[in-house]
T-cell receptor
């Protein structure tokens, strides 16, 4: 079975632009979470979605938003990009919200 | 003070050595404890998952949790060069809403021939 897949793998944007990152969970997994990992740090929780509903939100500004689709895939949107948004964005899926999380390989976002 | 503290390393050991990786935490509500392995420019890979104090063994890996001391460890026996990676501890608490993981900063491990 395929693992969590994310696209694109790499992305370069300039300050002020908008970006959309995409994630497909493992087949049979209904919950998707997003994490931000800055170089040299552990991942930081951004959002969790389950059955298209937001189940949790981390300490990130309103420029960050997400949604989950009926097929359980998900998008993370970031508006008005800042240099500090440069990071590896990780998507993780689980069968149910409180079960083990399995991560994708991430999208490396560089903001210039 | 961070909720989860982890020595960033780097830690360098010879092949075949026993490796000990550790994390401490301050939030007594944490009930689930995980160790992830992350290779450079890749996503974290789940190694161990436990929710009780004590030891859990899986092949060359042993996870140890001491809730009274708020301390968790990962032991790697017979370490191999392929074990060279960053090891992240993570923990979460049971909530009605979902599963937010709180990670340590990660320990960079290098196993040398």
């Amino acid at each position: 079975d395929a693992g969590v897949t994310q696209s694109p793998t790499h992305l370069i944007k300039t300050r002020g632009q908008h970006v959309t990152l995409r994630c497909s969970p493992i087949s049979g997994h209904k919950s998707v979470s997003w994490y931000q990992q800055v170089l040299g740090q552990g991942p930081q929780f951004i959002f969790q979605y389950y059955e298209k509903e937001e189940r949790g939100r981390g300490n990130f500004p309103d420029r960050f938003s997400a949604r989950q689709f009926p097929n359980y895939s998900s998008e993370l949107n970031v508006n008005a990009l800042l240099l500090g948004d440069s990071a590896l964005y990780l998507c993780a899926s689980s069968k149910e919200p409180n079960e083990k999380l399995f991560f994708g390989s991430g999208t490396q976002l560089s903001v210039l | 003070q961070k909720e989860v503290e982890q020595d960033p390393g780097p830690l360098s050991v010879p092949e075949g050595a026993i490796v000990s990786l550790n994390c401490t935490y301050s939030n007594s509500a944490f009930q689930y404890f995980m160790w992830y392995r992350q290779y450079s420019r890749k996503g974290p890979e789940l190694l161990m998952y436990t929710y009780s104090s004590g030891n859990k063994e899986d092949g060359r890996f042993t996870a140890q949790v001491d809730k009274s001391s708020k301390y968790i460890s990962l032991f790697i026996r017979d370490s191999q060069p392929s074990d060279s990676a960053t090891y992240l501890c993570a923990m979460s608490q049971l909530t009605g809403g979902g599963n937010k993981l709180t990670f340590g900063t990660g320990t960079q491990l290098k196993v040398e021939l």
